[in-house]
């Protein structure tokens, strides 16, 4: 898949539409900054974008990725040309790596028919007297070493229920256990100290403070954890190289790119030895190699040291690197895909698919994906 070429495409239909950049980005609600990147071959539209694109291009999703029009006697043939060319490019060409078998792993999270409701809805600068049900009747197990991801549209429920998870937000109803302890009926004081022993972050943006060095960042996770001084810096050291990181640890985030601030973040959430990290969107910030490593980083993390992560997601690709896939809509879980034996380029197909089924919709890079 030829990045370039694909910038040159959406320059040309641009222009033909007589859009100027800041136009397109307008109507597609971005930023001027993401579309130069993707005229110039920098990166890639993220996948929510790639349809309301390509509606305002008039151009195919085969078009698109193959960075040209395409003749209709054509299409059949190009169209698996071009799909084959996308999932290899964007996911490498590594294959599954089973875990032991034989054994029953721990449950690290349980949930038991979690619901939320929210009565009162704010809507613009007025109260209604209605309700919003964004999770409904949820249940599902994670065991250790498990990497989790939780896919749904906007408004699907995916990241209230993250939040329900991580104690930042309380259910309506049912239990959250994390390594056996209800967490649901915890008063606000313990739950904040909950999440600073128990429970990993990372975040899209970061989250990492610029007046501290990379080092620091990660220190302060071990120091508000009231880890001994004479630990912290091995521990941080022997880390940090697991993550390549270590050459920057004196840098300050913004002396950094985006994939190293994110594998800083990384090391900040495993460092205490959380019983589960929870992701949110973690790759919504990078580019597509940054991405890559930060997902072979969980992978790794999972498979050598029984890591346990949750990741929030709308990204086909981000959850194509994971064990198992929760489809989230309307507040709740429609289907769930595991991996199995699996390579990820047939798992990101299967996801492909089972998002086609639960929104009723076919697009034209949906149809040529082999069943």
Known sequence: MNQIKIGAFISERRKAKGWTQSQLAEKLEITDKAVSKWETGRSMPDLSLFIPLCTLLEVTLNELFAGECIAEEKLKEKADEVLMDVITNWLGHDKWESKESGTTLQNVLEVENVSKLYENVSVGHETENNSVLAVNDVSFQIPRGSFVGIMGASGSGKTTLLNLIATIDKPTNGAVRISGQNIVDMPDEAAAEFRRRHLGFVFQEYNLLETLTIYENIALALTIKEVSKESIRPTIQSLS???????????????????????????????????????????????????????????????????????????????????????????????????????????????????????????????????
């Open 241 to 371: 190289e697991k993550l390549d990181i270590s050459a920057i640890l004196d840098k300050f985030p913004y002396e950094v790119s985006g994939g190293q601030r994110q594998r800083c973040a990384c090391a900040r959430a495993i460092v205490v030895n959380p019983d589960i990290i929870l992701a949110d969107e973690p790759t919504g910030a990078l580019d597509s190699h940054a991405a890559r490593q930060l997902l072979d980083t969980f992978a790794m993390l999972c498979r050598e040291f029984s890591v346990t992560i949750l990741m929030v997601t709308h990204d086909v690709v981000a959850a194509s690197s994971c064990d198992r896939i929760l489809f989230m809509k309307d507040g709740e879980i429609k289907a769930a895909l595991n991996r199995e034996q699996e390579s990820k380029q047939t798992f990101f197909a299967d996801i492909l698919k089972k998002i086609e089924w639960i929104e009723g919709e076919s697009h034209d890079v949906f149809e040529v994906v082999n069943p």
